[in-house]
């Protein structure tokens, strides 16, 4: 094969409020924000980063010419994996004191490394969001 994947650059989110995302996404799980010019005459975008990542906030009902997305682009309708080295436990108590549901877990996992220990909430958006550690 001449093509090998090395690595995700940046996805993208599709939300209902970019500006209550991003405070959820900073609020709860620590993410830096940057609000950024595309260049070619297109509207200004934000993104929220942790680590080497980013994903890009796309408001629903976005000019389909202004964003060049994926045919359905739906706020809620993702499922996202995040990593941390936090135990399971730590997780917990952090979304109990943030006030956000704990949709399941702690519970056993397989990821892309290994077996996970993983606890679910939702995002605003009703995104699903899985909160893991890889077990030692």
Not at 14 to 21: A, K, Q, R
């Amino acid at each position: 094969m001449g093509l090998t994947i090395d690595a995700i650059d940046h996805i993208v989110l599709n939300v209902s409020d970019v500006e209550t995302s991003a405070a959820w996404y900073q609020r709860l799980l620590g993410f830096g924000r940057e609000d950024f010019d595309p260049g070619h005459g297109k509207a200004r975008r934000t993104s929220i980063t942790f680590g080497q990542q980013k994903i890009n906030l796309r408001p629903a009902g976005a000019d389909l010419v202004e964003w060049f997305t994926g045919a359905c682009p739906t706020p809620g309708s993702d499922d996202l994996c995040f990593l941390t080295q936090a135990e399971p436990p730590a997780v917990v108590a952090h979304l109990q004191a943030c006030g956000v549901a704990i949709e399941e877990g702690p519970i056993r996992k397989q990821g892309a490394r290994g077996a996970l220990r993983s606890v679910y909430c939702r995002d605003p958006d009703g995104n699903l969001v899985e909160i893991s550690s890889y077990e030692s």
